[in-house]
């Protein structure tokens, strides 16, 4: 009996299918693009029953309306082979029936009894991960992740994967020793150095963190889209903080956007990036106007809460006619959507919709109030708190721009403790405290904006 890359048996495999599996399975645990030769293997052999199934994952992780269609049709080949296949296959042919009909619950039930079984399927745990992730759990990320770790210590994309759970939990420490030792066994593992910059991040270590993707870009080489824009968004947010702020619109222009611009994760990167530079005071000149060119196409895409938000605010941005329809189609879907994800859509993506368009129409008090309901849930939209950060920094500005002084004070605060010499952060301490009458922490905000500017010049 044939077994894939990590030791897991297959029913059929013949040797040019094989191939592909093993590449889908490596690709896929280190977002390398050889992961996307699983579907021509599955079109040219159709009875390899795991070869379709991951044909299939891979079309559902487009993130799009149309996607269950396309993977409806490997779901098909591969339930014909399925008698034939062995549990952990059939098991996973449950996880892509499940996911088709958006019953979450159900595949990830399914995810849990296969990493239960067979705690080599680390695509399992990969697809088990990200379904948590997007509704917030991240302890139940994490749990998954240790209950196999000790079957694959010899696996970085194992440690990786824990590494990432650990730190979504705030378990800094815990997640910087699992990241590394990710790196011991794999220097190109990118989401251990994801998980990496994240805690750098966290913690403030800002020069650290510029520094380690610095030295560790050099082997982010066959990466796929999301991946390759997602490192180098990481890395424009810590030239944001420096205050290197034409840089971090170069990474923008040369890294964020333009490698896959119909892709889900690549837009939405591209939203919270432009969104942040200009936050900061930067002119990002007709960008919006080009993003919203691709966004236009998900004016009714309600896939996530997490990439709604995002394209809407995109679309509202440019001022564009499809924002108003994605505004309506939340609305609906507040109303429709299954029952797992019913109340969030109604609790959390709504109003915060409502706010974020409010926002982009400079109605800052409405904005303010509607973002002030969703954000306390915030989480349960999905996303990592990095990026869910974004909507934190929209709310701070609503606060700015409504003369809530007081309240962003406060959110500033919180903040610099964070990220002590940050540039944005102190340069709008300055205007803050001037306006509550506080000329001398004004000038001290002020002196830590200068200083930083004369550690790291444009």
Avoid at 14 to 22: C, F, S, Y
Avoid at 165 to 191: F, T, V
Avoid at 241 to 255: C, K, M, N, W
Wanted: proline fraction near 4%; include cysteine.
């Amino acid at each position: 009996m044939p077994r894939d890359c990590l030791g897991n048996a297959l029913s059929a495999a013949p040797p040019g299918t094989l191939q592909a599996v093993d590449d889908f399975v490596a690709g896929f645990l280190a977002y390398e693009t050889r992961a996307e030769r699983i579907v021509r293997a599955a079109d040219e052999v159709e009875d390899c029953c795991i070869a379709n199934v991951y044909a299939g994952f891979l079309w559902m992780l487009l993130e799009a309306p149309q996607a269950p269609a396309h993977a409806a049709r490997y779901l098909a080949a591969a339930e014909r082979t399925a008698p034939d296949a062995t549990r952990r296959e059939q098991l996973n042919v449950e996880v892509l029936r499940a996911w088709i009909a958006d019953d979450v619950p159900r595949a990830l039930a399914a995810c849990a009894r296969v990493t239960d079984e067979f705690p080599r399927d680390l695509v399992l745990l990969k697809l088990e991960q990200y379904f948590e992730f997007n509704e917030g759990d991240f302890p139940a990320m994490l749990r998954a992740a240790l209950k196999v770790l000790e079957h694959n210590a010899d696996v970085a994309y194992a440690h990786g994967m824990a590494a990432f759970a650990y730190e979504e939990c705030h378990l800094l420490g815990e997640a910087e020793r699992a990241a590394r030792r990710a790196l011991e066994l794999e220097r190109k593992e990118p989401w251990a150095q994801h998980a990496l910059a994240h805690v750098m991040l966290t913690q403030g270590r800002i020069e650290e963190g510029a520094r380690f993707l610095e030295d560790v870009a050099a082997t982010w080489t066959e990466l796929n889209s999301f991946m390759i824009t997602h490192l180098w968004w990481h890395a424009a947010l810590f030239d944001l903080s420096r205050g290197r702020f034409a840089r971090a619109l170069e990474i923008y222009d040369r890294h964020c956007w333009g490698v896959a611009k119909e892709y889900s994760q690549d837009q939405v990167g591209a939203v919270s990036l432009l969104a942040r530079l200009e936050m900061a005071g930067v002119d990002v000149g007709r960008r919006w106007q080009d993003l919203a060119d691709y966004l236009a196409a998900r004016a009714e895409d309600t896939v996530q809460p997490f990439l709604t938000l995002q394209y809407l605010y995109g679309l509202a941005r440019a001022e564009r006619a499809e924002a108003r329809t994605l505004l309506k189609a939340v609305r609906q879907r507040a109303g429709s959507a299954p029952p797992h994800t019913r109340e969030v859509w109604r609790d959390v993506a709504l109003p915060a919709s409502e706010g974020l368009h409010a926002y982009t129409r400079r109605d800052y008090d409405h904005a303010w109030r509607e973002l002030c309901r969703a954000m306390p849930r915030m989480i349960e939209a999905g996303g990592s708190h990095a990026q869910r950060d974004f909507f934190e920094q929209i709310l701070l500005d609503a606060a700015i721009g409504s003369g809530r002084w007081a309240a962003a004070q406060q959110m500033l605060e919180l903040r610099r403790a964070a990220d002590p010499n940050g540039v944005p952060v102190n340069a709008a301490l300055e205007r803050v405290y001037a306006k509550l009458g506080l000329a001398t922490l004004a000038d001290e905000a002020r002196g830590r904006v200068a200083a930083a500017r004369a550690r790291h010049p444009e």
